[in-house]
């Protein structure tokens, strides 16, 4: 048995919504990486990162940010907070359907948003692209600068990966780890994820059990700080 997640198994249980995080399942590979992009509402006071970042830093909370209280989109802008001494608002929203249509009809000035969604709004001139969180400019939306190249040292999205029940055969797992590092090498996987948005970004077994550590550690000092 395979189990398919991302950082879900993390911020759920530090939120309380499980009993249970990554050390209860067995890494077998990480496969894809989702960005996420800053959207902005067209009707927000400012046009681009720096000026969000000072009118957020001259009145705290006065920048208002649609998320899901406890999921990545809440964590994605914590992230920028503890970088940047930021405080904004958060508006909670009962999934990503609702905060994005939240951003689009301008109940916030700011939501995290995928790829798709942003090239799609972007050029209906219905949001702005403020940042993408990868460490370089996305192909797809070249448009768009980095964090990291904005002055916040920040690469988060959405790192998908496989898992597998402890006690999983060695062999088993190994199997299993060569089968996605082959398919992360196959044009047409590649394409795929990046016609959904995504990017091959593989981890093997150790590699993905290192990150997923390093990854709760962060996420844990980021919801005892807030």
């Not at 050390?23 to 720096?50: D, H, M, R």
């Not at 009145?59 to 208002?64: D, K, R, Y």
């Not at 190994?174 to 593989?202: C, H, T």
């Not at 990150?211 to 709760?216: G, K, P, W």
Request: charged fraction near 20%; proline fraction near 4%; hydrophobic fraction near 45%.
């Amino acid at each position: 048995m395979l189990l398919a997640t991302h950082r879900y198994i993390i911020t759920s249980e530090l939120m309380g919504n499980s009993k249970f995080t990554h050390e209860a399942l067995q890494p077998v590979a990480q496969v894809s990486f989702t960005p996420s992009i800053v959207g902005a509402s067209t009707k927000a006071p400012f046009s681009n990162l720096s000026e969000m970042l000072a009118m957020a830093k001259k009145g705290p909370e006065s920048v208002t940010v649609g998320v899901v209280l406890g999921s990545t989109s809440h964590f994605m802008f914590s992230l920028i907070e503890d970088a940047a001494k930021v405080k904004f608002r958060f508006v909670d929203y009962e999934g990503t359907v609702a905060r994005t249509a939240g951003l689009l009809k301008d109940e916030v000035m700011l939501s995290d948003v995928n790829v798709l969604t942003a090239q799609k709004e972007i050029k209906a001139g219905a949001i702005n692209g403020l940042a993408i969180s990868t460490a370089e400019r996305e192909t797809v939306t070249p448009q768009i600068p980095t964090l990291k190249e904005q002055g916040l040292d920040i690469v988060y999205g959405l790192p998908r990966g496989v898992m597998a029940p402890l006690g999983t055969p060695a062999a088993t797992v190994k199997f299993w780890d060569e089968a996605f590092a082959k398919a992360a090498k196959d044009p047409a996987v590649i394409a795929a994820l990046q016609g959904a948005g995504s990017m091959v970004r593989y981890l093997d077994a150790a590699a993905y059990g290192e990150f997923l550590d390093q990854d709760y550690a962060e996420h844990k000092r980021l919801a005892q700080k807030n």
